[in-house]
């Protein structure tokens, strides 16, 4: 049984290790984690819920950047 995965981000296929939390993978992507909003499987997930949140084979996340300005 493999130890890696394939998650969907912004439309690109990636991989990474089964059970990786999703503030590491965000990470490893290179983003801040304090500067974006991640839907999740087509829902808004709220970042309280991060830490327990393990991404899963198959998982479709959209990560937006927070831009500031006006």
């Known amino acids: 049984m493999s130890n890696e ?4 981000i912004n439309g690109e296929i990636h991989s990474c ?3 990786t939390p999703l503030p590491d993978l965000l990470q490893k992507l290179g983003f801040n984690p ?14 309280q819920f991060w830490t327990e ?5 198959g998982d479709r996340l959209e990560v937006v950047t927070i831009v500031g300005g006006g």
């Open 34 to 47: 304090r500067l974006v909003a991640v839907e999740y499987n087509g829902e808004i997930l709220h970042r």
């Open 17 to 19: 290790s089964v059970q």
């Open 5 to 8: 995965i394939t998650v969907q």
């Open 53 to 57: 949140t393990k991404v899963q084979s």
